[in-house]
Nanobody, 125 residues
Framework: QVQLVESGGDSVQAGGSLRLSCTAS????????AGWFRKAPGKEREGVAIIQPDGVTRYEDSVKGRFHISQDSVKNLLYLQMNSLTPEDTGMYYC???????????????????WGQGTQVTVSS
């Protein structure tokens, strides 16, 4: 059974940086699509970034140039480096993994079947 566990969430000031990590059991990062999603209070869940096995990445428009998704297949970790954070980035961030997709055209939740419990990111102005 695939289990995903996120870590690294925290409270930071606007302009700050955080790096989120996701560890997986029974799932090798780097062989299928993986991604990060977030949900802010009162808003729908939205895709933030995805990474394909070939290293291709795709980002939601508001985070382009500020966030960077990466994976370490040796340590079996998925990362999300977040820079220049704004209060609009506040939310619960979730790691997601696909069991069968090698290509993901966008951060679309429908591509992913396994989810972590989330880690909270709070950005204050």
């Amino acid at each position: 059974q695939v289990q995903l566990v996120e870590s690294g969430g925290d409270s930071v000031q606007a302009g700050g940086s955080l790096r989120l990590s996701c560890t997986a059991s029974s799932y090798p990062f780097g062989e299928r699509c993986a991604g990060w999603f977030r949900k802010a209070p009162g808003k729908e869940r939205e895709g933030v970034a995805i990474i394909q096995p070939d290293g291709v990445t795709r980002y939601e428009d508001s985070v382009k140039g500020r966030f960077h998704i990466s994976q370490d297949s040796v340590k079996n970790l998925l990362y999300l480096q977040m820079n220049s954070l704004t209060p609009e980035d506040t939310g619960m961030y979730y790691c997601a993994a696909s069991l069968n997709r090698r290509t993901c055209n966008s951060p679309n939740a429908g591509y992913f079947s396994n989810w972590g419990q989330g880690t909270q990111v709070t950005v204050s102005s």
